[in-house]
């Protein structure tokens, strides 16, 4: 049993528990409704500082209000290291300054003893990409547990394997859960380029195909940090029964926070069955 403590509080977002929630709450009152064609199985969604990304990222988990999500299953990438398979935290508690989300033991222990996951410490401990999704769940989420997966490859066979294995061990799941896939898009071109680009890449995604999807991000048309938990957690939603991607909200850092000279761009969408 581990307990992971906040790394970027006061960096990416507020370490002041009522400055992070009054922030939040501002971020999802601004979100234009978004009716769904169907059941909610997995959601994209940025994971830069909440100042650039978190006018988008609001557009994803506006989605899980009153919901009655009671499993948050968190696929992210690593920043600092490349691995085979996926670090799962098989126990514990993830905590922000909002409070303490429990582990879930029963998906983190049967995942840790998958072909393709294991339990690296280190990845995880630094790694704000996880970290900035939590307090998000936790302002539109009550009573739930979250099961934080760090993806170490781009490689698509091993993300489709690694998929296989998510979708297996929540195939029987009685609760209500959520997928969170976390990435951001083109990093640092000038902003009409970096349009172009995320383009691209949320063309590909919602055509809903993981092989041409990989083609488009190995053949560098677009660009996503996060590609092995996008093409993870793709998979995997279609194993459960996702039938379609849905666009929830597109912009970059050049329309919330920063210049428009080097920007980052960020992706909210839904994939229902």
Partial sequence: ?????????????????????????????DVEDRPLGGELVALVAPHAGYI?????????????????VELAVVVAPSHRAR?????????GVYET???????DESIGEQLAGEKHFTFIKEVHQAEHSLEVQVPFLQKVLTDFSIVPIIVGTIDLATCREIAEEIAASLAAEKRKYIIVLSTDLSHYFPYDRA???DNVFIQSLLS???????????????QACG?????????????????TVELLKYANSGDTA????????????????
Wanted: cysteine-free.
């Fill in 1 to 29: 049993m581990w307990h992971r403590s906040p790394v970027v509080a006061g960096s990416f977002y507020p370490s002041n528990s009522r400055q992070l929630s009054d922030e939040i709450d501002g971020y999802l009152r």
């Fill in 83 to 91: 691995f085979d398979g996926a670090s799962v935290i098989p126990s």
């Fill in 227 to 243: 590609e092995g938990p996008v093409l993870t957690g793709m998979i995997a939603a279609k194993k459960l029964g996702a039938r």
């Fill in 97 to 103: 300054p909002l409070g303490k989300v429990p582990v």
């Fill in 52 to 68: 650039y990304s978190g006018p988008v990222a609001a557009y994803s988990f506006k989605q899980l209000m009153g919901s009655g």
């Fill in 258 to 273: 920063g210049s428009k000279d080097q920007v980052v761009g960020y992706l909210a969408a839904a994939m229902v069955r």
């Fill in 208 to 222: 809903f195909d993981e092989d041409d999807l990989n083609r488009t991000l190995s053949a560098d048309k677009a």
């Fill in 195 to 197: 349009k172009a680009m």
